[in-house]
């Protein structure tokens, strides 16, 4: 649904010193399949704006390709733009106006007649929950509302891709989970949405696949879970018996293990405890607990821990987004 290949852009440096430019995005090859919410996941300045700008025709790239619901970004745009809906970090909401009022005005200005755009605003006030609030002035709304009818506006006159940028930013977590869900609601209606965002766990638990962006580059992608198995495997903590000779156990243990081979390292932690890097905890789980076992260790605890999307982000560039 989405496919790019060397997409970039620069832009003229503000330095005066020379006639520099920025790279924001130096040639991003992306594809999106049809029905998934992707997730363009990367810390402030990466370059998540600028690429979704060129995707919705907002800003032209300077180079590469990019073809969109069918259509080409360079050579069809308007073609491109009637098949998409986007909706950007502050919204576009106007103040006085209602959410109603704001809806029908949205579905004329795509052409649509009069009586479908009201049918349209009836169908999205009620499929986003705006009914209570529909003939208040957006002014009174509170963030998460307004989110809300930023993406029905989004989506009014039936695009076949969202490009949502950053739609979370600044809700507080009821609010965050309501859009989450109008995403998915959107999804399952058949909907392909892209969405950047800075937030881990959101790209986590709302994305069907991520690409990571870095300096305008893509670091990594694929669905959370591949990226996170892939990048650092799974950390099993094995907590040994406390108390005299924990030490020898611990030491015992580890060169019991050190061979097993779905190891890729392990480290001794405090006095009882070891860290193990695995590729599948879950399968390794059961193989480890026999060669403990088989060495006369009985573990007291064994703790499965996932890696998160911080540390493939981690791994890739040698920064933690989190403290980014
Ligand atoms: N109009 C512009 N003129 C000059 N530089 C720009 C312009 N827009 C973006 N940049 C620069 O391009 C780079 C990428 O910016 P972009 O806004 O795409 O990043 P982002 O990942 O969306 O970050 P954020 O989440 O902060 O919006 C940054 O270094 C930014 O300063």
């Not at 010193?17 to 998934?36: M, Y």
């Not at 670091?219 to 040994?240: F, M, S």
């Not at 030490?247 to 580890?254: F, G, H, I, K, T």
């Not at 607990?289 to 996932?306: I, N």
């Amino acid at each position: 649904m989405i496919e790019t290949k060397g997409l970039r852009k620069s832009y003229p440096s503000r330095k005066r010193s020379k006639a520099a430019t920025v790279d924001a995005v130096r040639g991003i090859d992306l594809s999106v399949a049809a029905g998934e919410i992707f997730g363009f996941l990367g810390p402030n300045g990466a370059g998540k704006t600028t690429t979704l700008r060129m995707l919705a025709t907002l800003i032209r790239p300077d180079g590469g390709a990019a073809r969109i619901a069918g259509a080409d970004l360079l050579t069809d745009p308007g073609e491109v733009r009637r098949r998409i809906g986007y909706v950007a970090q502050g919204g576009g909401t106007a103040d006085a106006v209602s959410a109603r009022e704001e809806l029908v005005l949205q579905a004329r200005m795509y052409g649509i007649g009069r009586a479908e755009a009201r049918q349209r605003t009836e169908d999205a006030v009620k499929s986003f929950d705006l009914t209570e609030f529909a003939d208040r002035p957006c002014s009174s709304y509170s963030g998460g509302q307004r989110r809300r009818l930023d993406i029905a506006l989004g989506v009014i006159h039936g695009p076949s891709v969202l490009f949502l940028d950053e739609p979370t930013v600044g809700l507080d977590p009821p609010s965050r989970s309501q859009v989450w869900d109008e995403i998915r609601r959107l999804r399952t209606e058949g909907m392909t949405v892209f969405v950047t965002t800075h937030y881990l766990d959101e790209a986590d638990a709302l994305c069907d696949r991520i690409a990571i962006i870095d300096h305008g580059g893509t670091v990594a992608e694929g669905t959370p879970e591949e990226l996170k198995r892939e990048i650092a495997g799974d950390v099993v903590l094995v907590g040994l018996e406390l108390g005299d000779g924990a030490a020898d156990r611990s030491q015992r243990a580890a060169d019991a293990l050190r061979a097993e081979p779905y190891l890729h390292r392990l480290e001794l932690q405090g006095e009882d405890g070891l860290r193990l890097y695995v590729e599948n905890g879950a399968a390794a789980i059961p193989q480890l607990l026999r060669t403990l076992e088989g060495a006369g260790l009985a573990p007291g605890t064994v703790q499965l821990q996932r890696p998160s999307l911080d540390d493939v982000f981690l791994a890739r560039t040698g920064r933690s987004l989190e403290q980014d």
